[in-house]
């Protein structure tokens, strides 16, 4: 029985033993039923980024690193357009970048925790206009929920690790066969970040707080490694095989049922829901507040620890008033498999006593 109470951050886990040993040393480095399992989302973009080497990336300016980093690496030019206030695609934003003598467009998008970022009727007609333009949807926020358009991209990509617990993790579909299919075999992010959730599981039971310095460090800095060989690494054979035994229907069920109970109490606050019905995303449930660092603080301080994205640099809020607030004042609080119904009003009653004292 754990000593110590927490919720959201990463995942804890005592590492599978038999399976540990069974997989040993192994990467995954060929697709499996037509998709590529890979180290992270990161990855993922890499190998798209590898596929086009002439092209001008077209990008929400509400990115962080993660997602700008790969195409840097491969030494694409990268162009940052608007959201709306509803976290949709500004499409004049977009069309206003296009300047006519690119040589290829690649177009990245996504549903901001299930606000659909565009409709079929406006990705046809950017297509219709740029035969050049590639579509690259990112699924991350919205992995678990069926498609909401017909329209069918380029490439598919997904973090997967921020889904279930798993060391690493990456995914990417692709419409048609990729011509670079190299992968790297390195296993020292997964193995540093099963090491992490290790040390936070025992945290977990023993309370002992050097290791929680520890495991914090690790989760801190353990991705830049990803971020200096533009070369893409293939998952981990032990995340992989974990993946195969997670009961996603009741992933989702029980993340659409937590959302729901903070969504009910976040929706009388004096917050703004960014993603306002259950079931279109259920990755957090994120929303803007004034005095965002304090209230993050004083959450924490009682074990609710809630996600801010990530610094954006000054070229990105310049070109989105939209991702200079969401960077400024969104909170994601978690609503995750790993709590039920009963820890969201925990959570809830949390958050509302921060939220007005």
């Not at 962080?64 to 976290?87: A, N």
């Not at 177009?107 to 046809?124: I, K, V």
């Not at 992010?189 to 090491?195: A, T, V």
């Not at 606050?269 to 993050?296: K, N």
Request: charged content about 25%.
């Amino acid at each position: 029985m754990s000593l110590i109470r927490e919720y959201g951050y990463e995942y804890d886990a005592a590492p599978v033993a038999s399976l540990l040993a069974d997989t040993v040393e192994r990467v995954i480095t060929e697709p499996q039923n037509g998709v590529w399992y890979l180290r992270s989302g990161r990855d993922a973009l890499k190998m798209v980024a590898r596929e086009h080497p002439d092209a001008t990336v077209l990008m929400p300016a509400l990115s962080c690193d993660s997602m700008t980093v790969p195409f840097s690496l491969y030494g694409l030019p990268i162009r940052y357009y608007r959201l709306t206030e509803r976290y949709t695609v500004d499409t004049e934003s977009v069309e206003a970048l296009i300047h006519g003598g690119e040589t290829e467009l690649l177009f990245l998008y996504m549903d901001y925790f299930g606000n659909e970022a565009l409709t079929d009727s406006q990705l046809l007609c950017l297509q219709s206009r740029y035969p050049t333009m590639v579509f690259a949807e990112d699924r991350t926020h919205n992995l678990l929920q069926p498609p909401t358009r017909t329209f069918q991209p380029d490439y598919v990509v997904a973090s997967l690790r921020k889904w279930t617990n798993i060391p690493d993790g990456g995914m990417l579909r692709s419409k048609v066969p990729l011509r670079h299919t190299k992968l790297g075999t390195a296993l020292s992010f997964s193995r540093e970040r099963l090491r992490a959730q290790e040390l936070r599981h025992r945290f977990f039971e023993t309370g002992d707080l050097e290791l929680k310095q520890q495991y914090r460090e690790i989760f801190s800095t353990v991705s830049e490694q990803m971020d200096v060989d533009p070369l893409p690494c293939g998952m981990s054979e032990y995340a992989f095989r974990l993946l195969q035994r997670v009961d996603w229907a009741e992933v989702s069920a029980q993340r659409k049922a937590n959302a729901t109970v903070l969504m009910d109490v976040l929706k009388d606050e004096p917050v703004r829901l960014i993603g306002a019905v259950p079931g279109q995303s259920d990755l957090y449930v994120a929303f803007l507040t004034e005095h965002r660092d304090e209230i993050q603080r004083r959450l924490s301080a009682v074990g609710v620890f809630c996600t801010v994205i990530w610094p954006l640099s000054e070229e990105k809020k310049a070109a989105c008033p939209v991702a200079a607030t969401t960077e400024a004042c969104m909170l994601a609080a978690p609503c995750d498999q790993r709590y039920t119904e009963a820890d969201m009003h925990v959570i809830s009653n949390e958050m509302v006593r921060v939220l007005h004292e």
